[in-house]
């Protein structure tokens, strides 16, 4: 596998909550929902998404974003226009501040208009539907201009949106991921995207193949020597490569990929944390607990019943 298949093999949305948001210039809304990951792009007009920290990243139309993380942000048509209205969770559409009145349409925000922003938007919501892994490896925002990755998807998207057919959650599911793996493909793919030392260092024929080991099977009792004879290298030489190209040991490395493993298997299942210490390689629940508290700083139970 792929090391980008690898990082997105268990994205999967359940529920995705797509908008369209037609608005009323000037605008600014400001967003609280508190979802883990946002796709958003402009149909028509641009727009500003301006973070509480960091600055502000101009999104024009046919540009994909992504937003990672919880904390709140703004989006705007001008990144100097106070947001005059708070989108939460409860209450999606903006109704003042800029934006209309929502529309009749249950996945449109606004009076229809022939040129207004459009603002199209879909969010993953519920745990277990992004793996840790990915947000650890993405930015704050992030954005694909349409000439570097055209997406094919968006049109597809916006008619779906716009309509009110039979199955129609389950397709927008699905487009919601089609959408993120092409745009995490086209970001991975640029030099500045900063991708995680591990994503890069899957390119070396000696790092890249213990890496694909660890991945696979971290059930296993690897070791230092383990890995160096499995990729044919001495025990020094694999270590300095490693941590050269990897940023840390290997064995380091290993522990922090089975505790996010781990993390993951915590809110995507209801296995017990004995169960789930067995399949990422600790002995027991006791083991995997010692090792989630010096890397986490909390129990697994504790993770578990924090994102609840």
């Not at 929502?102 to 925000?109: G, N």
């Not at 277990?128 to 930015?139: C, M, N, T």
């Not at 493909?185 to 030392?197: I, L, S, T, Y």
């Amino acid at each position: 596998m792929d090391a980008l298949s690898d990082l997105l093999g268990e994205v999967r949305a359940r529920g995705a909550l797509f908008r369209r948001t037609i608005m009323n210039p000037p605008w600014a809304l400001r967003i609280t929902g508190g979802v883990p990951l946002t796709l958003a792009t402009m149909l028509r007009g641009e727009a500003w998404i301006v973070p509480d920290e960091g600055r502000p990243v101009p999104i024009r139309a046919g540009d994909v974003a992504v937003v990672r993380g919880h904390a709140p942000y703004t989006v705007a048509g001008d990144p100097d226009t106070p947001p005059r209205f708070t989108v939460g969770a409860a209450d999606y559409c903006g109704r003042g501040g800029g934006a209309e009145e929502a529309a009749r349409d249950i996945r449109t925000c606004g009076v229809p208009s022939d040129d207004s922003p459009l603002l199209l938007s879909g969010a993953y919501e519920g745990r277990g539907q992004i793996s840790e892994r990915l947000l650890q490896a993405l930015p704050g925002v992030l954005v694909i201009p349409d000439a570097e990755c055209p997406c094919p998807l968006l049109d597809t998207v916006a008619e779906e949106v716009a309509k009110d057919r039979p199955g129609q959650q389950m397709v927008l599911d699905r487009l919601l991921d089609l959408m993120l793996v092409s745009v995490l493909r086209g970001w991975f793919d640029r030099p500045e995207a900063n991708a995680p030392a591990w994503y890069r260092a899957m390119a070396d024929p000696v790092v890249g193949r213990a890496l694909r080991l660890l991945h696979d099977d971290p059930a296993v009792p690897w070791t230092v020597a383990s890995l160096a004879a499995r990729v044919g290298v001495s025990r020094a030489a694999f270590a300095r490569r490693f941590t050269a190209q990897v940023g840390e040991p290997p064995m380091a490395y290993l522990a922090g990929w089975r505790i996010a493993l781990a993390a993951d298997l915590l809110l995507e299942t209801d296995d017990t944390v004995g169960s789930i210490a067995r399949k990422v390689g600790y002995a027991n629940a006791f083991a995997l607990s010692v090792a989630f508290k010096r890397l986490r700083g909390t129990t697994p139970t504790g993770h578990r019943s924090g994102a609840t």
